[in-house]
């Protein structure tokens, strides 16, 4: 299987700070990665996939990048909302596979 | 809108099957789409289980494959995940969610909130 090692776990951040998460995948997975959201007791919302499209809906502050082995997905300007646990998925190996997620809290 | 709910066995004892059910609402199981199961455990994050097309195919995780069964019932409103031999790491909150189609079949758009499933005696 394709391991996916993200990082950090987790972080700390104003709102209104950028925050960056980066993913690697331990094969080339080309640009066969989504990200997404995950808070307690909601449906996990897909943000991105394909690396670096935007999902229909979801906030343009929420973007991707990378392609091969490195990923990043960054939130532009945090907001209160965005407090939850974020993973990266590759998709391009079965089976399909997910980073460990980042923890994002508000300072 | 589409929405999907889980429900099912929230404690089950170890050797035991589980079973659980995912109600699909606003829309029926066709299209093209994929239905899946994903599980979130408390110490290895999320694992992909396994999912069902709308023409019945399905395909499973290898590390989990000898004991899962995911099948859509005749009405095309509920598809359910049955997992087998249940041991204390089968412990987790199960998702049920849609994937796309034509190579898309593992990127969930729409997930249900979660059932949380302990195997203990």
């Known amino acids: 299987d394709i391991q996916m090692t993200q990082s950090p776990s987790s972080l700390s951040a104003s709102v209104g700070e950028r925050v960056t998460i980066t993913c690697q995948a331990s094969h080339d997975i080309s640009n066969y990665l989504s990200w997404y959201q995950v808070k307690p007791g909601k449906a996990p919302k897909l943000l991105i996939y394909d690396a670096s499209k935007l999902e229909a809906g979801v906030s343009s502050r929420f973007s991707g990048n990378g392609s091969g082995t490195d990923f990043t997905f960054t939130i532009n300007s945090l907001q209160t909302e965005d407090i939850a646990t974020y993973y990266c998925q590759q998709f391009d190996n079965f089976p399909c596979t997910f980073g460990g997620g980042t923890k994002v809290e508000t300072k | 809108q589409l929405q999907l709910e889980e429900s099912g066995s929230g404690l089950v004892k170890p050797s035991q099957t589980l079973s659980l059910t995912c109600t699909v609402s606003?829309?029926?199981?066709?299209?093209?789409?994929?239905w899946g199961w994903i599980r979130q455990t408390p110490g290895k994050g999320l694992q992909w289980i396994g999912y069902?097309?709308?023409?019945?195919?399905?395909y499973y995780n290898p590390s989990l494959r000898s004991r899962v069964t995911i099948a859509i019932d005749e009405s095309k409103t509920h598809f359910s995940l049955k997992v087998t031999s249940l041991t204390a790491a089968d412990t987790a909150l199960y998702y049920c969610?849609?994937?796309?189609?034509?190579?898309?079949?593992?990127?969930?758009?729409?997930w249900g909130q979660g059932t949380m499933v302990t195997v203990s005696s």
């Open positions: 069902i097309s709308d023409t019945g195919g399905s």
């Open positions: 969610a849609r994937g796309g189609g034509d190579g898309y079949e593992v990127v969930f758009d729409v």
């Open positions: 606003g829309a029926s199981i066709s299209g093209g789409y994929s």
